[in-house]
């Protein structure tokens, strides 16, 4: 008998094509095309948010100005309080008059509609939306109804009454400053145009792609 080439104590080196343990190939895999894949969505994620930022701060502003629209269109429409004076003080001309609830009526349908309008106007802007576009268009019609208030105070009659009624002198009518008794009433901007918003989204927004059900097995022979 001849002996065995190789001892039996002598261990068997595994090849490179059987060693579990080494080195993977160098070259693209599953691990590098995942981080690839991960920073791309990040930067598109980073580059959504900053668009919506600009977007939102772009309607703040502009919903804003429209304020002004608001209170040149108050100044025109709102009707005016009468007052008359005489030796003892001012008086209302008409005491059963609804003036002073007319101005604020007036407020309230013009806010209602420019936050309509200014609600339609975002949508067609962004179909997409986003928190941060009606964030913005709510801050936005509250800024604008504070700005539309204080324009018709400010170009409105003078709040100094006495002061106006020495002006024209005693008998003569005259109009009493333009202001809101309900101050409730600035906030019907920014609510109509939260409300028209969400109607215009859930109406003729986008919609999400329906998924692809798999379908049915066939059912078994009988």
Known sequence: MTAPLTPPHQPHEPSSENNPW???????????????????????????????????????????????ALGLLWLWLAPRVPLISNSEGVFLKDTEGEEAIGADGTFLLLAVGLGALSAAAVFLFRR??????????????????????????????????????????????????????????????PVAAMLVHLGLTALFGPRDPEPDWPEAPPAPPQ
Do not use: C, N
């Not at 009624?165 to 202001?179: I, K, N, P, Q, S």
């Open 128 to 189: 997409s939306g986003g928190i941060a576009l009606v964030v913005a268009l709510a801050v936005g019609g509250l800024l604008a109804s504070l700005l539309g208030w204080g324009i018709g105070v400010w170009f409105g009659p003078q709040r100094d009454v006495v002061a106006h009624a020495r002006e024209v002198g005693e008998g003569v009518t005259f109009d009493a400053y333009l202001d809101l008794g309900a101050k409730g009433v600035l906030l019907a901007w």
């Open 22 to 68: 080494q080195v993977p190939p160098a070259g693209p895999g599953p691990s590098s095309m995942y981080a690839q894949r991960t920073a791309k969505d990040e930067a598109a994620a980073a580059a959504e948010r900053r668009k919506d930022l600009r977007d939102s701060a772009l309607i703040l502003v502009a919903v804003t100005l429209a304020g002004v």
